[in-house]
């Protein structure tokens, strides 16, 4: 059940003409500085910055954003994919395809009420779908049509699926914030450890030959 803030719970209440607005939320790898950015497209045709969970995010419009599937919630574990419609020729949607690593990028979908009227915000926009990007395709559509990009996002019980990763590069540490805990990574179980034992050197190879006999 979605919870709504108390201003939003008068307005929907009160039956008035409204204008709702998708907002999209990505975070994922730039490609270049191996930073983590963020990536916000939504609905409307202005870029406009809105205050969610404390935080004053900003998002692209202009068109950017075609159509997002009905989201069905439900009870369990199940895994639900989302297919989110996008012009291939907005150049946020280059960017996100060219410079991005999208690979399980987290995502977040928000829903902003407006006033039909006055286009005013009635309240803070709620939460409608939080997951990660599954995969991106640039279906071929009819001549004469817009390209599209359609994005699949996966809900977050997703990551219950992942299996753990067999090896971890230092790399990989590094750019999640300078964590060196795989500095060593490359060298492991190449260097003998000896504990409560002394340390005895390995014979020379080849072995020395015993001194000749004197005649």
């Not at 209440?13 to 939320?25: K, N, P, Y």
């Not at 291939?88 to 979908?109: C, N, Q």
């Not at 990660?132 to 640039?138: D, K």
């Not at 559509?141 to 994005?151: A, F, M, R």
């Amino acid at each position: 059940m979605r919870s709504y803030d108390a201003g939003t719970l008068s307005f929907l209440g009160a039956r008035e003409g409204l204008v709702a607005h998708r907002l999209i939320w990505i975070s994922a790898r730039n490609t270049a500085s191996g930073l983590i950015e963020d990536i916000g497209i939504w609905s409307g045709e202005d870029d406009v910055a809105f205050l969610i969970d404390g935080e004053t995010r900003s998002y692209t419009g202009a068109g950017a954003l075609l159509t997002v599937e009905p989201i069905i919630a439900g009870k369990g574990l199940d895994v639900r994919i989302t297919q989110i419609s996008l012009s291939a020729v907005a150049p946020e949607v280059e960017d996100l395809v060219k410079g991005y690593d999208t690979r399980f990028a987290p995502v977040e979908m928000h829903r902003a009420v407006l006033r039909a009227d006055t286009r005013q915000l009635v309240g803070a926009p709620h939460r409608v779908f939080r997951g990660m990007i599954n995969s991106i395709e640039f279906p071929t559509g009819e001549p004469g049509s817009n390209p599209s990009c359609v994005i699949s996002v996966a809900s977050e019980t997703r990551v219950l699926t992942r299996s753990l990763a067999l090896k971890k590069s230092d790399e990989t540490f590094q750019a999640g914030g300078g964590d060196k805990f795989r500095r060593y990574a490359d060298v492991s179980g190449s260097i003998p450890i000896y504990w409560g034992e002394m340390k005895v050197s390995a014979p020379a190879d080849p072995k020395p030959k015993p001194p000749a006999d004197e005649p």
